[in-house]
């Protein structure tokens, strides 16, 4: 995926808990994490036998895109 070691430790842990908080200074990844993030969600959501919505919040509409 290309991700450094940081982005892999928020990655492992956002899906290792019930909530997660991703934040940084500009161009350290978090958008891309996040994609990464949910694309594991959608792809694996019967392993986690998840039947909710995934909830995202961003705070501008770039990174919601």
């Given at each position: 995926m290309g991700l450094d070691n940081s982005q892999k430790d928020s990655i492992n842990h956002t899906l290792n808990s019930n909530f997660a908080l991703i934040q940084g200074p500009p161009g350290t990844g978090k958008t891309y994490v996040g994609v990464q993030i949910v694309k594991i969600l959608i792809k694996y959501k019967s392993y986690?036998?998840?039947?909710?919505?995934?909830?995202?919040?961003?705070?501008?509409?770039?990174?919601?895109?």
């Open positions: 986690w036998n998840s039947k909710g919505p995934i909830l995202l919040v961003t705070y501008t509409n770039h990174a919601l895109e």
